[in-house]
């Protein structure tokens, strides 16, 4: 079964930064896209950034310029790199992984149990 666990959310100051990482396991073989959602209260879930197993990567508007997503594929990992925190950037951010490849089959759009990102001002 395939498993993402976040880490790195914590409380930063407005113009801080933090670094979030994500690491899949369960028998994985390949992942195709993987990416960052987040969700504040009372909103819904937003993208905010992607990557594909190419490299190819996707941000949000709200984001661009502040924030950097990458990938490890060989230890199936993808971390997203927030500089220049705004207090709206609050909210608890999940990581997402679609297609993967495991020794058992294929999952589809697998899911952390999310990170509280606070940013005060």
């Known amino acids: 079964q395939v498993q993402l666990v976040e880490s790195g959310g914590g409380l930063v100051q407005a113009g801080g930064s933090l670094r979030l990482s994500c690491a899949a396991s369960?028998?994985?073989?390949?992942?195709?896209?993987m990416g960052w959602y987040r969700q504040a209260p009372g909103k819904q879930r937003e993208l905010v950034a992607s990557?594909?197993?190419?490299?190819?990567?996707n941000y949000a508007d709200s984001v661009k310029g502040r924030f950097t997503i990458s990938r490890d594929n060989a230890k199936n990992m993808v971390y997203l790199q927030m500089n220049s925190l705004k207090p709206e950037d609050t909210a608890v951010y999940y990581c997402?992984?679609?297609?993967?490849?495991?020794?058992?089959?294929?999952?589809?759009?697998?899911w952390g149990q999310g990170t509280q990102v606070t940013v005060s001002s």
């Open positions: 997402n992984a679609d297609r993967i490849h495991t020794t058992r089959g294929v999952t589809f759009n697998s």
């Open positions: 990557i594909s197993s190419g490299g190819s990567t």
């Open positions: 369960g028998s994985i073989i390949s992942i195709n896209a």
